[in-house]
Every structure is written in structure tokens, then in C-alpha cells.
């Protein structure tokens, strides 16, 4: 095939209309909203011999789709992605043609509706990276959900020091994929079983936090999810069916060794239903400023949220608990408490404290009396009593 840009392109092909929005809507997540020269917002078409593929790119970020297609003239053309998307979505149930013109335009016809594009300039369109070999494959949709809980955590990609807007992949042989995310004021760690395929040695990298969610998220539904890494792991990209999407890594050098911040001993371990916390938490809150705490007041059997001090507005709610260990007075960041409830699944949380002033370890409680999978440490805030 020859390359986008060259003169003896040229491209011809029909597609299904739903086969068209659906494809060109999932590679359009990649198109940069700020690009720094033309051909980036673009969405490079190819076809070939019977399908055609569509690929946006970031140069950080990039999305590669795949669908059946009935090729006239196999070539490529670099049309506007966002126009393309709209366009695709507005179309009549019909197929749908493309042609690309001497003039170097690109004609799409759909029943009585057409219309004529300009191409972008494609000389200097990044080249996909070569796909390497899938490291292993993980269950799609529990993996996206795992990303999802641990990205809470993980700081703003604004922040100075860059390794803490970044996910902790540590990918082990035998079969276990721990996931991690912190920006200094809380951690959240994630487990989950995945099949390593070509892994024979532990391997550590640090993906962009926003970019890996979204990623993750977009193959939610895919079933298996291939994951490769690229050369000297300096990207990574995940594959299911047709559909591929790939990141740049970050320095994993950077990212500071988690294992040694989680605690093991505690003095007490009090279980609260979620449900009722997430909304006792979310009532009390409403009397605090910004960057006020909420203190739990813990018990044998009960826990109480108060809010607010002195002359300001107030708030108190006492809840049922069970208690394993000492009562403890201990406060927190509501936010930072309300993220680490909303990455549980079980619906019992545990609450497992040092003391009042030191770390403390929020996991998910099931039926059977326990859960580790995910574990999220949060500091508690130190207040005038």
C-alpha cells in the first residue's frame, strides 16, 4: 500500500453505515483537541484488499480499528476526524461510498446524501507503531474496573512530579497483575488473576493514569484483553478483535515502592455497610469548608460522623458497626474517604487503623468474611479536639 500522501493514491471503497459511525466513534477518543500541526486531526483511512482501517493519534495516544469493507481501489486519505464522525452519524441506514478524487477531495455518498471532503496533508502522519506479541490477556471488563479504582488515587497530569499521575502495572509470571495509584496523600492497590503468555520474569511499568482509564474503559465489553508491550517497554498497547489502542509509558523509575506503605498490624478493625456510610458521609459533609475533616467516633457497636466545629454550622449521624480491636477516634478527608468507598464492591467495608494519627487501610468485605483485592491507605488528618 502506498504511503498517505503520495500522488498515485487513491482509495475507493463502500461500508456499512453503522459499521462506519461505530468504527470511526471508537478510533475519534484519540483525536488530540489541541493539535500542533494539521495532519493530527485527522483520521487516516486505508484500505485494502477487503477491509479498510481507521487510525487517529495523539503521537502519545493512539486508536486502530478494522472493518469489513468492498474495495474498489485499495489507498489511503487522511480526511478531518471530527467532520468524519459527525457525518458518519448523520447518515441514512445505507451503505455508504468513498471515493477519493483526482482533486485530491473525498466524496461520501449515502442514498441521496453527499458530500465532498477535503484531505489533510499526510506527509508527516506518525506511523503506527509495530504491534508486538501480546505479553498476556486479562478479562476486559474487570480489568477496566480495576484501572477505574485505582486511578482515584492518582495525582492530577498537572502535577510537577509526573510519576504520581501515573498507574503501577507489576505483572508477574504466575499469573497475578497488581495495579497501583497514589498521590502522596493516599494509595489505592488493586489485584487481579490475568494469563501470561510470553512473561518469565516480573515486569514493572507506569502508564498515564487518565490515558490507561480510557483506554481500559473503551474495551470494557471486549471480553479477552490482550496486552503487549513495546520495544525496551516504552509503550503499550491493548487489542481485542479489531480493535486496538496504545499509550506511551512513563518513567517507572519514578513511582515510589508501594508494598512498604501498607500496614499489616492494627489496634482496631471496625466494619460499616457501605451504602449507609457513603450517604451518612455525604449528609454530614454538607456543613464543612474546603479542606475541613470528618471525624469517626468508633465503639463496640456504633459509629459516629461528626462535622464541624465552635461557631460554624454542625453536623452528627450515628451509624450501627462492628468492632474488632479498640475504640478509636480518627478523622479524614471526606473526599479521599468517599473516593475509596466508591472503588469498593463488596457491601461491607473494613477500616483497619494503626491509631488515630497514623495510616489506615480501607478494604471491601464479602460474604465469606473477607476481600483484599483492592486496598485503598488514606492519612488521617490531624484535628484540634
Known amino acids: 500500500m502506498t504511503r498517505c500522501g503520495d500522488k498515485e493514491d487513491f482509495v475507493k471503497f463502500r461500508i456499512e453505515r453503522d459499521v462506519l459511525a461505530d468504527v470511526v466513534t471508537w ?70 461510498s468513498f471515493a477519493l478524487q483526482s482533486s485530491g477531495r473525498v466524496e461520501v455518498t449515502c442514498g441521496a446524501a453527499a458530500f465532498t471532503l477535503p484531505t489533510l496533508p499526510g506527509d508527516d502522519y506518525p506511523p503506527l507503531p509495530t504491534l508486538p506479541d501480546a505479553v498476556g490477556q486479562v478479562n476486559a471488563g474487570v480489568f477496566a474496573a480495576a484501572v477505574a479504582q485505582v486511578a482515584v488515587a492518582s495525582a492530577s497530569p498537572e502535577e510537577r512530579n509526573h510519576a504520581y499521575a501515573g498507574i503501577r502495572m507489576e505483572i ?17 492497590v488493586r489485584e487481579l488473576p490475568w494469563q501470561p503468555l510470553s512473561v518469565d520474569q516480573p515486569i514493572a ?28 517497554e516504552t509503550s503499550m498497547s491493548l487489542t481485542a478483535d479489531t480493535r486496538q489502542t496504545g499509550l506511551r509509558l512513563m518513567d517507572a523509575a519514578g513511582f515510589p515502592k508501594f508494598r512498604s506503605l501498607l500496614p499489616n498490624q492494627f489496634v482496631s478493625q471496625p466494619e460499616i455497610e457501605v451504602a449507609a456510610l457513603k450517604e451518612a458521609l455525604k449528609r454530614v459533609s454538607l456543613v464543612l469548608h474546603q479542606d475541613s475533616a470528618v471525624r469517626l467516633v468508633f465503639s463496640s457497636d456504633e459509629v459516629v460522623l461528626k462535622a464541624g466545629t465552635g461557631d460554624e454550622a454542625t453536623a452528627t449521624e450515628t451509624l450501627g458497626c462492628s468492632l474488632q480491636g479498640e475504640a ?3 478523622a479524614f478527608n471526606p473526599k479521599f474517604l468517599a473516593d475509596g468507598l466508591a472503588g469498593l464492591t463488596e457491601p461491607t467495608a473494613r477500616l483497619s487503623l494503626q491509631s488515630s494519627e497514623k495510616a489506615a487501610v480501607l478494604t471491601g468485605v464479602d460474604s465469606d468474611g473477607g476481600s483484599e483485592v483492592f486496598r485503598y491507605l488514606l492519612m488521617p488528618v490531624r484535628l484540634n479536639r
Open 27 to 96: 478510533v475519534s477518543r484519540t483525536l488530540p483537541s489541541r493539535v500542533p500541526f494539521p495532519s493530527l486531526a485527522g483520521v487516516l483511512v486505508e484500505a485494502a484488499e477487503d477491509s479498510v482501517s481507521f487510525t487517529t493519534t495523539t503521537q502519545d495516544t493512539w486508536s486502530h480499528n478494522v472493518a469489513d469493507a468492498v474495495i474498489g481501489e485499495p489507498g489511503t486519505a487522511l480526511i478531518s476526524g471530527r467532520l468524519l464522525v459527525e457525518i458518519a452519524r448523520s447518515l441514512p441506514a445505507q451503505p455508504v
Open 172 to 188: 508477574e509470571p504466575d499469573g497475578h497483575l497488581t495495579l497501583a495509584a497514589t498521590d502522596r496523600y493516599r494509595l489505592a
Open 205 to 232: 511499568i507506569t502508564a498515564p493514569g487518565r490515558e490507561l482509564m480510557e483506554a481500559a474503559k473503551a474495551f470494557a465489553d471486549a471480553g479477552d484483553l490482550s496486552i503487549h508491550l513495546g520495544e525496551s
Open 328 to 330: 478509636i477516634d480518627v
